[in-house]
């Protein structure tokens, strides 16, 4: 599967040259060049880009004549549904092998994109999305061309089982920032605003953002923005649910988390010894899990006031690379990490111990979230190379690997929400992606 593998079969047909690749649809050697060169343009990084779009064009081959093949030997729904009914199955293990068929079956379909704004849809790349808790919602940050970011809002309550389209409300309350992260808050309502990490030039900024911003209803009497202040580079940021720290976000900075109360305007500071990437709240008490780009993960009881020191930190964990991405489970016994290194480890926090391991993740430096189904035992995430993988949560076994519409490239890397509920509880089960301007759902029924 790996590109690179192509390289060990060209050596079995002709020796391999120090500095030379060897083209075995030409049967001749081309020297290869340490970089770009316009005259010459054969260098390892095209030939390996060449390979993997190769393989993406296969694979996307394969999808659309529906030749995908479950991961497990002998499983479907036919012999799935004789050794339930014989009691060789329990009930759990049987609707989480369900899952994993449906899994393999999901087939992609473009969403029409409607706005009243006709600027707005199709014309900027997504770089970000995000659901809200009911997957009504889904937030959307696009890229556009003069270096800043648009905001909109995507109404999924047109996502049915016949139509595909959606409808797409922004506003442009600043467009000058980068955002580097984004999540739901529940001030006066759930998911009534929006916190954003953004970056303007020097200092960043972090924003506190009313949902209905973004509505059609009422345009006249929209709230303004609830609180914005400047600090440094914001990496990461998370609302917290837990009453004890009730109306808190917080906020990961370049060595050191900043806790805001909105209503009150207190804040805490903590310092650390590293840049805090990724961020959780727990529900149960009012404990932040942090990420660094050390490779550490730790827990902050926010209810302590300030110290000196780190002696605060709790739950210490250490991945071997910077930590992009955390998510605590719901009984909040395990926490699910990934790192730049594409490691994805799932910890037991009662004994600090790495209990699973998640293979075939990519990434060496970019920002990507994990996208964790406890209730249908799935765990999704996107990788640098654009390839989405769905793994088991039970067993951690990959069972679908999903290749991107669109050529692989840095500015070309999938998001991705997955729910059971589409647009609400009567919504659709599936996963969205959005990739470059466009929207898709790979249908699960």
């Given at each position: 599967e790996d590109p690179s593998s192509s390289s060990s079969t060209q050596n079995s047909v002709a020796p391999e040259l120090p500095g030379f690749y060897y083209d075995p649809e030409k049967n001749r050697y081309f020297r290869l060049l340490p970089g770009h060169n316009n005259h010459n343009p054969l260098t390892k990084d095209s030939i390996q880009h060449k390979a993997m779009e190769c393989k993406r064009?296969?694979?996307?081959?394969?999808?659309?004549?529906?030749?995908?093949?479950?991961?497990?030997?002998?499983?479907?729904?036919?012999?799935?549904?004789?050794?339930?009914?014989?009691?060789?199955?329990?009930?759990?293990?049987?609707?989480?092998?369900?899952?994993?068929?449906?899994?393999?079956?999901?087939?992609?379909?473009?969403?029409?994109?409607?706005?009243?704004?006709?600027?707005?849809?199709?014309?900027?790349?997504?770089?970000?999305?995000?659901?809200?808790?009911?997957?009504?919602?889904?937030?959307?940050?696009?890229?556009?061309?003069?270096?800043?970011?648009?905001?909109?809002?995507?109404?999924?309550?047109?996502?049915?089982?016949?139509?595909?389209?959606?409808?797409?409300?922004?506003?442009?309350?600043?467009?000058?920032?980068?955002?580097?992260?984004?999540?739901?808050?529940?001030?006066?309502?759930?998911?009534?605003?929006?916190?954003?990490?953004?970056?303007?030039?020097?200092?960043?900024?972090?924003?506190?953002?009313?949902?209905?911003?973004?509505?059609?209803?009422?345009?006249?009497?929209?709230?303004?923005?609830?609180?914005?202040?400047?600090?440094?580079?914001?990496?990461?940021?998370?609302?917290?649910?837990?009453?004890q720290a009730d109306n808190c976000f917080s906020t990961g900075l370049t060595r050191r988390v900043l806790v805001t109360n909105v209503v009150t305007g207190h804040r805490q500071t903590f310092g650390t010894s590293s840049d805090v990437l990724a961020q959780q709240f727990a529900t149960q008490t009012p404990v932040l899990y942090n990420g660094c780009r050390s490779g550490e993960i730790f827990s902050i009881d926010v209810r302590q006031r300030n110290r000196k020191g780190q002696s605060w930190k709790a739950n210490r964990l250490f991945h071997g690379s910077a930590v992009t991405s955390i998510h605590l489970m719901e009984a909040e016994h395990y926490l699910m990490a990934a790192d730049m290194a594409g490691k994805i480890k799932l910890w037991d926090l009662r004994t600090a111990k790495c209990v699973k391991q998640y293979k075939g993740h990519h990434n060496e430096y970019a920002l990507l979230p994990l996208h964790v189904n406890e209730k249908e035992g799935l765990l999704i995430a996107v990788g640098q190379d654009c390839y989405t993988r769905i793994w088991s949560l039970q067993d951690a076994h990959l069972l679908r690997t999903i290749p991107s519409p669109h050529p692989s490239s840095k500015d070309a890397i999938p998001s991705v929400v997955f729910s059971s509920r589409l647009g609400g509880s009567r919504g659709v089960p599936g996963l969205l992606m959005a990739v470059k301007q466009d929207l898709y759902h790979f249908s699960y029924n």
């Open positions: 064009l296969r694979l996307l081959e394969e999808e659309e004549r529906q030749n995908q093949k479950t991961t497990r030997t002998g499983l479907n729904s036919s012999v799935l549904l004789q050794k339930r009914q014989l009691g060789l199955l329990s009930s759990t293990s049987y609707c989480r092998l369900v899952h994993e068929l449906k899994v393999n079956c999901m087939q992609r379909r473009k969403i029409e994109i409607h706005s009243l704004d006709s600027s707005v849809a199709g014309t900027n790349n997504f770089k970000i999305i995000v659901a809200d808790v009911a997957c009504e919602r889904i937030f959307t940050v696009n890229d556009v061309e003069h270096g800043g970011c648009k905001y909109g809002i995507i109404n999924l309550s047109g996502l049915g089982k016949e139509s595909l389209s959606v409808e797409m409300y922004d506003n442009l309350y600043f467009t000058n920032r980068k955002v580097n992260s984004v999540c739901w808050a529940s001030l006066t309502h759930p998911d009534s605003h929006l916190c954003l990490m953004g970056i303007a030039e020097t200092p960043g900024c972090a924003s506190l953002l009313p949902a209905s911003l973004f509505s059609s209803t009422n345009p006249g009497a929209r709230p303004g923005m609830l609180c914005s202040f400047k600090i440094s580079t914001a990496w990461s940021c998370a609302w917290c649910l837990n009453p």
